[in-house]
T-cell receptor, first 116, second 112 residues
Framework: ETGVTQSPTHLIKTRGQQVTLRCSSQ?????VSWYQQALGQGPQFIFQ???????GRGNFPPRFSGLQFPNYSSELNVNALELDDSALYLC???????????????FGSGTRLTVV | QKEVEQDPGPLSVPEGAIVSLNCTYS??????FMWYRQYSRKGPELLMY????GNKEDGRFTAQVDKSSKYISLFIRDSQPSDSATYLC????????????FGTGTSLTVIP
């Protein structure tokens, strides 16, 4: 059974650019959630995808968008990057549908994004 | 007011000590309570999961939920150097859009 894998592991972008981060879910998991973890902070919920549709969104602007594919893998896209977008971006998969999981998440190791 | 508050520490204890980590939360509707452990440069891994209130024990780890005071705790017995990590509490509810709210994390160092 494979875990959650994210790519790339590190990324440096310039302010104003766009970035795409990728995530492969743990085998058998059908729900993907994305979190942003700034340095010294806890993860903050960006959004969740279930069956290729957005299933909940946190307090993030529309320039944060996502996709989920039929194989349950997912992408996080961020447009017009700002310096404050520098953070660890975590993907988490679960068996949850519309009801919050009773199993918690399985997190990937994250993508460290630095915006300069 | 933040949904969950956690003392960031850092906390430093000798090997073998009992560690107590705590969080408070604001919304009495929260029903799911979790503790995650995060090693440096890694994603969080689920340690303990509790639904509603009460205690749950798993080896050296015990999670407690006191819904009357909106207080959750994680106890680590016989702490080991390998327990050195950041511990994150998280809360959630099926009515809050399928998201978990995380504390800021407590950094723990267990000294051999």
């Amino acid at each position: 059974e494979t875990g959650v894998t994210q790519s790339p592991t590190h990324l440096i972008k310039t302010r104003g650019q766009q970035v795409t981060l990728r995530c492969s879910s743990q085998s058998g998991h059908n729900t993907v959630s994305w979190y942003q973890q700034a340095l010294g902070q806890g993860p903050q919920f960006i959004f969740q995808y279930y069956r290729e549709e957005e299933n909940g969104r946190g307090n993030f602007p529309p320039r944060f968008s996502g996709l989920q594919f039929p194989n349950y893998s997912s992408e996080l896209n961020v447009n017009a990057l700002e310096l404050d977008d520098s953070a660890l971006y975590l993907c988490a998969s679960s068996l949850a549908g519309r009801v919050l999981a009773h199993y918690g998440y399985t997190f990937g190791s994250g993508t460290r994004l630095t915006v300069v | 007011q933040k949904e969950v508050e956690q003392d960031p520490g850092p906390l430093s204890v000798p090997e073998g000590a009992i560690v107590s980590l705590n969080c408070t939360y604001s919304n009495s509707a929260f029903q799911y309570f979790m503790w995650y452990r995060q090693y440096s440069r890694k994603g969080p891994e689920l340690l303990m999961y509790t639904y509603s209130s009460g205690n749950k024990e798993d080896g050296r780890f015990t999670a407690q939920v006191d819904k009357s005071s909106k207080y959750i705790s994680l106890f680590i017995r016989d702490s080991q150097p390998s327990d050195s990590a950041t511990y994150l509490c998280a809360v959630g509810d099926s009515n809050t859009g399928n998201q978990f709210y995380f504390g800021t994390g407590t950094s723990l160092t267990v000294i051999p």
